[in-house]
């Protein structure tokens, strides 16, 4: 099986630490975000092959200089793709060439931590798809530790002033809606939307052009694989400051990550 890392993009949200390298290389305790993945991901025997979309510029030569010479490492064959900014959906659609004799595939966000057990995640994506119809699996949490105070409020309200029943600083909250989590499972027959969205256009997205459409406009199923919180957490390390503002969860993660053999 092969990981597809997306690493390109522009980084808006890493700026400026994004103006002078790319957002994979934010570094977390002295390494960058995708050095983390990158090893988390090689403990697992099945995967066979890691491949890097990264842009071919100054910036993305960054990361293909990191890991020159890690292969012996990590143990496993590392691929740079260029990502030719065509959007998240057509820096997947690079890598077609390298996926299509295999039947299942991972894709991960590079700026996105997460102990994620692979083993049980594919053995769940293989019994929803025996009758082939499940086009990917999509990781996604239900609760979200956050990173700001939050009110209960009290009936009471006169000019926009409310009574105060409880403050609870930083809580873990229910969300209504679960939050992706940058990582997925895809069949062989993702590849073929992914060639219908380019053929109408040049530069498209994973997300708003071809998940968003899949169940409304296609006969493709997309699954939902929930992370349970109590086992393990996960973090969009979105920016320098953001390592920062939550490091204690972040050490967390990765202290996980690392204890997994």
């Not at 995640?121 to 105070?149: C, F, M, P, Q």
């Not at 993660?253 to 997994?260: A, F, G, Q």
Request: with cysteine.
């Amino acid at each position: 099986m092969k990981v597809v890392l997306l690493a390109g993009g522009l980084g808006s949200r890493a700026k400026p630490f994004s103006d002078y390298c790319p957002k994979a290389l934010i570094p977390i305790n002295g390494r960058p975000i995708i050095d983390y993945i990158i090893r988390y991901i090689s403990k697992f025997s099945f995967i066979s092959e890691i491949l890097i979309v990264c842009e071919f510029d100054s910036h993305g030569k960054q990361i293909i200089n990191y890991f020159e010479g890690k292969e012996c490492i990590i143990d496993k064959k590392i691929t740079f793709i260029e990502d030719k900014k065509k959007g998240t959906g057509g820096s997947l659609l690079e890598c077609q060439e390298k996926l299509k004799d295999d039947p299942i595939f991972l894709v991960w966000f590079s700026d996105n931590l997460c102990a994620l057990n692979l083993d049980r995640v594919v053995v769940e994506y293989s019994n929803i798809n025996k009758d082939n119809d499940a086009i990917g699996l999509l990781i996604a949490r239900k609760k979200r530790h956050e990173e700001t105070g939050r009110v209960i409020l009290d009936e009471y309200r006169k000019n926009n002033i409310n009574l105060i029943k409880e403050f609870i600083e930083k809580p873990i909250i229910e969300l209504e809606y679960p939050e992706a989590a940058g990582i997925y499972i895809f069949n062989n027959g993702f590849l073929d939307l992914l060639k219908q969205k380019s053929n109408e256009k040049e530069s498209f997205d994973l997300s708003s052009d071809i998940l968003s459409k899949i169940g409304h406009n296609t006969k493709s199923k997309l699954y939902c694989y929930l992370i349970d919180s109590n086992e393990i957490n996960w973090a969009d390390i979105e920016s320098p400051t953001y390592v920062e503002r939550n490091k204690k969860e972040i050490d967390s993660i990765i202290l996980h990550m690392e204890s997994i053999k």
